[in-house]
Every structure is written in structure tokens, then in C-alpha cells.
């Protein structure tokens, strides 16, 4: 249980995450492939390959980390934490003044600050195949759709990325005005990508240059 004589202590509950399984699959996909390749120019290649091969591993790893596996949405009562590529931003929900979409979904705060939701992806395919089915459904005077084993209550089907910023917005106006929702946001950034990044840049950077 939180600390009641610490208002900013860690809540009890976890948090509701929200990720990208596209964009996860995506990048493991692109750490085998790499680890494939750069592994074999290592133990094969001659002169300087080996080394242009780690210092474009110690480069392309973490910036495929960063934007594939690397984002994810955290959401509790208290506050959303969006962790992007190079930064972890922490707001509470009553510094947000709004959760927009349109071809990226991103959050607002009250002092005019902007963030992408890099973990929760705009598909428009997703959105026209959902507004297609609605049409169908409306035009045969089925509520499921076509789809007898949905509920025909159940609320309009949407892509899961408006359905996640819509879990959001209500969870947002619901807790702005709680006592633990108060503060400022924090930003941090990912030095932990950006080091090993920046070092196999300025690595490969030397070693082309000396070629």
C-alpha cells in the first residue's frame, strides 16, 4: 500500500499497458536478422569488417530497441506514463489537457506541451475496415454486423488504437480532479539508448573515416 505520509509514494495496483505487438514482432524480427549478420561478419569477415560490424551493432541495436520495443503506455488512477524511443514522460492526469487523434495519437498538457504515443499506433486501415463493417451492419439492419455471436449492445466496433485512446480519455476525465493526480509532468531521457547509440556512431563514424 502507498505511504500515507508520502502523497507521491508508488500506488498499490498495477498499471493497464498498452504496446504495439506489431511493432515488437517487427523489431525482434530485425535484432535476429542484425545479430544474424552482424555475428557472422564478425567471426568471417577480414581486416576491418569485424570492426565496422560491432560499432554498426553497438549503432542499429539500440535504435531498433528504441523504436520498436522500447514504447509502452502506462496508465493507473493516479497518472500516464509514456515511455517513448529517447524519453519517459510522467503526467499526471491533471496536468493533461487533452488525448487527440489524427495520423498519431498524442497527449496535450496544460502548459501546451505535446507527446506522441509512439506505443499506441494510428492505423487508418484499421479505422476504414471498422467503419465499413458499422456501414454493412447499419445498411442490413444487423446490430452484430454479420457476426451473430457479438452482442448486438455491445457499442460500435473500432481499430484498437481508438479504443485504447478511448480507455484513456475516460480514465482522464474521470481522475483530473482527484487529490492524487496532481503535479507537474516529468520528463526523462533514455540515456541508456542514447549512450550506447551515440558511441557506436561516433565508433563507426572513426573507423569509416580511417578506411
Not at 517487427?26 to 568471417?44: H, K, Q, Y
Not at 499506441?120 to 455471436?149: C, E, H, M, N, Y
Request: positive net charge; glycine residues 8%; without cysteine.
Amino acid at each position: 500500500m502507498s505511504d500515507p505520509q508520502n502523497p507521491v509514494a508508488e500506488p498499490a495496483y498495477k498499471d493497464r499497458v498498452f504496446r504495439s505487438p506489431a511493432g515488437i514482432a517487427g523489431g525482434v524480427l530485425l535484432l535476429a536478422l542484425g545479430a544474424w549478420l552482424g555475428v557472422d561478419a564478425v567471426l568471417r569477415g577480414e581486416g576491418r569488417t569485424p570492426w565496422l560490424a560491432l560499432a554498426g551493432l553497438l549503432l542499429a541495436v539500440p535504435l531498433v530497441v528504441a523504436y520498436t520495443v522500447r514504447p509502452a503506455v502506462y496508465a493507473n488512477d493516479d497518472r500516464l506514463r509514456v515511455r517513448n524511443p529517447f524519453r519517459t514522460i510522467t503526467l499526471p492526469w491533471a496536468s493533461i489537457a487533452t488525448l487527440r487523434s489524427g495520423y498519431s495519437n498524442e497527449v496535450l498538457t496544460r502548459a501546451g506541451a505535446k507527446y506522441q504515443l509512439w506505443a499506441i499506433p494510428v492505423s487508418l486501415r484499421g479505422r476504414k475496415k471498422a467503419a465499413r463493417r458499422q456501414s454493412q451492419a447499419a445498411a442490413s439492419g444487423d446490430p452484430t454486423g454479420g457476426r451473430p455471436f457479438l452482442d448486438p449492445h455491445a457499442p460500435p466496433s473500432r481499430s484498437s488504437g481508438d479504443q485504447a485512446m478511448d480507455e484513456l480519455r475516460e480514465l482522464a476525465e474521470r481522475q483530473e480532479t482527484a487529490e492524487s493526480t496532481q503535479g507537474e509532468p516529468v520528463v526523462r531521457w533514455a540515456y541508456e539508448v542514447l549512450a550506447p547509440a551515440a558511441a557506436g556512431a561516433v565508433l563507426l563514424a572513426v573507423l569509416l573515416a580511417v578506411t
